[in-house]
Each structure stands twice: as C-alpha cells, then as structure tokens.
C-alpha cells in the first residue's frame, strides 16, 4: 500500500506524536508498505524535503503572516491534495487539527480510506462540556469538516470515551492505541538479571520516570513523596529524573527544600530511552492529564513494573496488583504507599515487570497495532470499491 502520514506540527522535532507516527511509518515500510510523511513547514532551520529515519518528509510552505498563516497554509494543502491525493492507498492523520479538515472538505480528491488518530480528544470536548456546539468557532468548523473522515482512530478507553461526548459517530471511533517496538527493549538489567538476588538487599530501588519537566507530569507530588519514602526507608531508593524542561530549576530547589537532593538524580535529557531505564526496577509517571506516553509503553517493554496515575491512557496499561499500580493524581499519600510495597519487595518488583512485559507485547507491539490499522485499511478500501462498483452497476 501507499500511505500518506499527516502530521500537523513541527515534524522532525521529535515530540510524542510525531515518534509515534515514525515508529510506525518504519514498521509499516519494514513489511513492505510505502510511506510518506507530509507537515507544514514550521522549522526554517531544517530541510524542507529530505529523509528522517528512513521515511521521506515533505513540509509544505507555510507563510507567517498576522491571522493569516493557517489560512494560507490549508490553501497551500488543499492544492496538494488536488495535485495528488487520489494517489494514495490510505491517508492517516496523526492530529487532528488544520490539515484534517482540508482534508474533510476535500473527499472528491481523497477517494481513499482517511484515519485520524486523536490523542486526547479535546479537541472536541475539554473535559466538562462539548465544544463543538458553539456556532462559528474553531472547534464547530473543524467537526463539521472532519465529519466525513472514515474513522477516528482513539488510543484510549478515555479517548474513546470522550469523543463520543464530542458528538463522533461511535462506528467511526476505533480503540486502537499507541505501539511500541518491544524487540527494540530488552529487560532492565537492574531488575532481571540472572543470579543477583543475593545482591539484592545492597541494591536500592531505582525508580525513574522519562518526560519533559513540566507541571502537567506531576512531578512536584513525586518529590514530596519522596520524602516521605526516605523517612519511611531511609537511603533504601533513588529517583531518576531522565528528561530536561522549564521545571528543572524548581523541582531542584524543591529537593534541596525537602532534603531530598541526594536521593533525587537529574539525568537530563536522553536520546536512548532504553539505556536510561537499564538500571530501574521501577517506573513512576504521576501525571495530572495523560494520553497515551510512549515512555509507558516503553517502559512496559523493558519489563518494569507501573506506578502511574490513574488519568486518560494509564487506565489502560496497569491492571493493578498484576503489573503495577494507579494511584489518584496529586495525592501524595496513595503514591507512597505504591512506592513503599515495591521498595520492599524486589520479587513483586520482577513479577509485575514480567507482566508488564507480556503485556507490552500482546497489546502494544507496532505489529499489532500495524495489523489493526492495516486490516481498517485494507476493508475500508475494499468497501469504498464495492460501493463504486454498485454505482457503476446501476
């Protein structure tokens, strides 16, 4: 297949959204599907068309003009599509934004099945009421674009959920969440090793998290949880902090407030998620919002047990008491007693990373998630086909 990825921001930045849409591009190019990835071009600093990872990017000009940008931006995008959007299999939307209703308003041009992947969903609904009720705004104009959109593609059950409150079609909302390549994730090291049980009383208990350093992660309630941890378990843990933000130089001071400096490590920010979490037995994320985070994920596949907050896609991942635990966002109490029973039990620590693990693959491998997205694809397209040929019928 032909696949066009949509991705509706600064592209080769690397946040979550546009790894995830280059994991799978590489996967879906690995089992030998085309790939291109087409974004505005918000980064002057980068080449506007070149390769990244192995898939090709093409950013399409966009003019910063005052309150005139994004309308001469989706102009600019909807003569692409014009150009050459019947060349394509399917089209995958990676965020639900301007290029998504260009692309709504132009299903003449788009005969092939459209899938746009929603994060959050608050892009219709912001958590208390529908937005898209509200004549003349942002949010009503894009619904009624992407209203004729195939399926919405929700990474979470709180997704799923909240773009139905949105007023989506719920036979157009498929639950199909993030993926993860687990083959690029071996074990943590720390945690699974072979014959180091006996060295496991010396050892403390690393509990790391990867992220920015920013308010909605949370991470002012994990420092003052922590230091409550070290009155109850004195030098017995480390917090590893892998990730670098606006918050740093507060959540230092923080930690130096708390006298907590010496247990808590600011890693900084790493380019292998998988070298910071080889020497974690636990892995903590105690945001205030989350959609799906493909440290999580990650995580999982390097088989460590979950403290999370119960919050958007982390309800998804933890079965509580089998590979971790949820724990009410913002209350420092509950996370101390999460953090507690794996601090003091290495074997519970292994067992629930196994599972974690097993989970990992069975759920959130980029092959399964590729198969779900391939077999909607795939019937989407053979559906659309048999229509056409019952209009030509007739």
Request: proline letters at 3%; glycine letters at 8%.
């Amino acid at each position: 297949m032909n696949i066009l990825f949509l991705v509706d921001g600064r592209v080769l930045h690397m946040g979550g959204a546009e790894l995830q849409a280059f994991s799978l591009a590489q996967h879906l190019c690995a089992r030998g599907h085309q790939v291109e990835v087409v974004a505005p071009y918000l980064d002057r600093s980068s080449p506007q068309n070149t390769v990244h990872k192995g898939i090709k990017v093409r950013q399409l000009g966009y003019w910063r003009f005052p309150k005139l940008s994004s309308i001469i931006f989706m102009l600019r995008f909807a003569c692409f599509l014009a150009v050459e959007g019947r060349k394509y299999d399917a089209i995958h939307i990676h965020m639900v934004h301007k290029m998504a209703s260009v692309v709504g308003l132009m299903r003449w041009f788009v005969p092939c099945p459209v899938i746009a992947k929603v994060s959050g969903a608050y892009e219709l609904y912001d958590g208390k009421k529908s937005n898209v009720g509200k004549f003349g705004s942002l949010q009503y104009w894009t619904y009624k674009a992407i209203g004729g959109l195939d399926y919405f593609q929700a990474i979470s059950a709180e997704t799923v959920r909240r773009l139905g409150l949105g007023g989506i079609d719920g036979d157009k909302i498929m639950a199909i969440p993030n993926g993860v390549d687990t083959d690029a994730f071996a074990l943590s090291s720390a945690l699974h090793a072979a014959n180091q049980q006996g060295n496991d009383a010396q050892q403390k208990t690393v509990i790391s998290f990867c992220g920015r350093l920013v308010p909605v992660k949370g991470l002012d309630i994990l420092l003052d949880a922590s230091a409550k941890l070290q009155q109850l378990h004195p030098n017995a843990f480390e917090i590893h902090l892998h990730g670098d933000g606006p918050l740093k130089e507060e959540l230092q001071a923080q930690a130096a407030k708390l006298s907590i400096s010496e247990a808590v490590h600011f890693r900084g920010k790493s380019d292998n998620v998988a070298q910071s979490l080889r020497d974690a037995h636990v892995y903590v994320q105690v945001s205030r919002y989350e959609g799906l985070s493909n440290a999580v994920l990650e995580a999982m596949s390097c088989g460590l047990p979950l403290v999370l907050s119960a919050v958007g896609g982390n309800n998804d991942v933890v079965s509580p008491g089998v590979n971790g635990s949820l724990v009410e966002a913002e209350n420092v109490d509950s996370l101390v007693t999460a953090l507690s029973t794996l601090i003091t039990d290495r074997e519970k620590c292994r067992q629930m990373g196994l599972e974690s693990r097993k989970r990992a693959e069975r759920d959130f491998s980029l092959k399964s998630v590729s198969d779900r997205l391939l077999a909607l694809y795939k019937n989407q397209r053979s559906s659309k086909k048999r229509e056409d040929e019952i209009e030509v019928t007739h």
